[in-house]
């Protein structure tokens, strides 16, 4: 048991010296870059017809003036959690605004 308890501690310290990102993290960065792709053009028709800019309400709130945030469509089944049309908006949203105004993928990631 100590074995093992060294060696997964190793290599915690080693992937944060390697700046790798776990596994959960790893794939909602993958989704947020997919999303920042589909929205400046650069993704097939097919994933860019799934995201929708949150469109602007009569009575406006300081985070309805943000016309970065995309809607976040409601679920009819519990399934759907993880389908890429329900999670991209999701995580967008929560990144930062200087961040999902990145001028290029590389400043983005």
Do not use: M
């Amino acid at each position: 048991k100590q074995w093992y308890q060294r060696r997964v501690r190793g290599t915690t310290k080693l992937r944060r010296q390697l700046h790798f990102l776990p596994v959960s993290e790893r794939i909602d960065f993958k989704v947020c870059v997919l999303v920042y792709i589909c929205l400046n053009g650069l993704a097939p028709d097919y994933l860019c017809e799934l995201l929708q800019i949150r469109k602007k309400k009569a009575k406006c709130l300081r985070k309805d003036s943000d016309d970065l945030l995309l809607e976040t469509p409601r679920l009819k089944y519990k399934s759907s959690e993880g389908a890429f049309r329900v999670v991209g908006p999701k995580l967008w949203n929560q990144l930062p605004r200087a961040l999902r105004e990145s001028k290029s993928l590389p400043c983005f990631k």
